[in-house]
């Protein structure tokens, strides 16, 4: 019976039970009915190229066979045991691998956990409170985090903005923002407070690259001042480098959080560092005052580690990146040209693996610069887009390892009507 519904049957069925009829993530409009490869369908059977790609970890695309085969061998024997696994062990030691900073992990399940583990596993380790976080920079959904992520008002910088309801007044305390890519504001924050716990950073904020020596300097700052350096990688780790981004930009950071990807996905993520500050998680070692305690009933659950596990190794395969790399160069190229064209003021920001267009003249460089000159034109073309069977998220172009050459000639076509509509309107 469900698979006789529509799609407008379903968005009212999700307007029942659900607040804003979605589960907070996308656009409620679309309900997905199932993915292969590059493409997903919705529940009126239309078909989208998807560069959203479940907010990033497909990244060998839907249904890889590789993925599902070991994925099937292991649900006969278990999908969650609330206790140690093999697999689980076997992932762990692959990300400490792969990944500079990390000699040991702890899993949990969310991007979010692992950003608040992290958070507090600096203050354990430096018996300090405050924590230094960049204005526009995601960092999950911990009141920590929900601080000036997208704040509709500017304020003076280090003003911490609570983005959501419900958060103690007393977070903003703890909280210090400074503007991405400042380094000089940065050093001026940790001259002034001497609490700073941690810095923590997407290494890529959102889609903005670090500039020149940015990242270096918040790595020298902390070094000098007893601080501990967290890179966020959910998004960029195993995505814009096998290493993730401390791979790909030469800078190592003390803590990292890492998701999406290695859940091949299924829902994990994990936070690594050094043993010396992992040790905090063994109470055996640090004693019940510095023990920092964490569970979780599906961390490490051996599903999301096989599927992680062969997510990884199809990764390590000779040119994946190199692949990846071009595939994202195509697709900037396609709508930069077609925009050059038509003399559209516009910027492809980002990194060939994670990218969008801002439709500006400006030099994107923080969050108050990346943003369209006209939020219309952005919403014309994210729209007409869609409505030609291209999936993306408002802000955000995730390519995939599954993009074909005929999915980038239907990317081009669609582009250009797409352009079309925004000059006709």
């Given amino acids: 019976m469900n698979k006789l519904r529509t799609q407008e049957e379903w968005i009212k069925k999700a307007n029942e039970v659900l607040p804003a009829g979605g589960f907070g993530n996308f656009d409620p409009g679309i309900i997905i009915s199932h993915g292969n490869g590059s493409h997903v369908w919705d529940e009126d059977g239309r078909e989208y190229i998807d560069y959203l790609i479940g907010s990033g970890p497909m990244l060998v695309g839907h249904g890889h066979p590789e993925v599902l085969e070991v994925v099937f061998e292991q649900l006969p024997k278990g999908m969650t045991f609330f206790a140690n696994n093999a697999r689980g ?83 903003v305390d703890d909280m210090l923002i400074a503007p991405f890519n400042d380094l000089q504001a940065a050093e001026m924050l940790v001259d002034e407070f001497e609490d700073i716990a941690a810095i ?19 790595r020298k700052l902390c070094d000098k001042n007893n601080i501990l350096l967290i890179f966020d990688e959910i998004v960029t780790g195993f995505r814009l480098a096998y290493g993730g981004a401390q791979e790909r930009y030469g800078v190592m950071p003390d803590i990292c959080t890492l998701g999406k990807i290695i ?32 569970l979780g009933t599906l961390s490490g659950n051996p599903i999301a580690s096989v599927a992680g596990l062969k997510t990884m190794e199809i990764l390590r395969r000779p040119g994946q990146y190199n692949k990846l790399r071009e595939i994202g160069k195509k697709l900037q190229e396609i709508q930069s040209n077609i925009f050059r064209e038509q003399g559209i003021p516009h910027q492809i920001v980002g990194d060939e693996t994670l990218f969008d267009v801002i439709f500006t003249n400006r030099k994107c460089i923080d969050y108050r610069s990346t943003k369209h000159d006209e939020i219309s034109q952005a919403s014309k073309y994210n729209k007409s887009l869609r409505e030609q069977g291209i999936l993306k998220a408002p802000s955000k172009i995730y390519p995939s390892l599954a993009i074909s050459e005929i999915d980038l000639e239907m990317t081009r076509d669609a582009v250009k009507n797409a352009v079309n509509t925004m000059i006709k309107s």
């Avoid at 304020?155 to 309801?165: C, E, G, H, K, L």
């Avoid at 923590?200 to 918040?218: A, H, K, M, N, S």
């Avoid at 091949?264 to 019940?288: T, Y």
């Fill in 89 to 171: 062990v076997e992932l762990a030691h692959a990300i400490c691998e792969a990944v500079p900073c990390c000699e040991q992990v702890r899993f949990v399940a969310s991007g979010g956990e692992a950003d608040m583990y992290a958070l507090r596993l600096a203050r354990a380790y430096t018996n300090k409170n405050k924590i230094l976080k960049f204005e526009g920079g995601y960092h999950g959904m911990s009141a920590e985090a929900q601080m000036s992520l997208a704040p509709e008002k500017e304020v003076n910088f280090p003003q911490a903005v609570p983005d959501s309801a419900g958060i103690p007044t007393s977070v």
């Fill in 263 to 294: 859940g091949g996905g299924f829902p994990l993520a994990a936070l690594g560092a050094k043993k010396e500050i992992m040790k905090h998680f063994d109470k055996d070692v640090v004693g019940s005052d510095k023990w920092l305690m964490q």
């Fill in 200 to 218: 923590i950073v997407e290494p890529l904020q959102r889609i903005i690259p670090p500039v020149p020596g940015f990242l270096e300097g918040l």
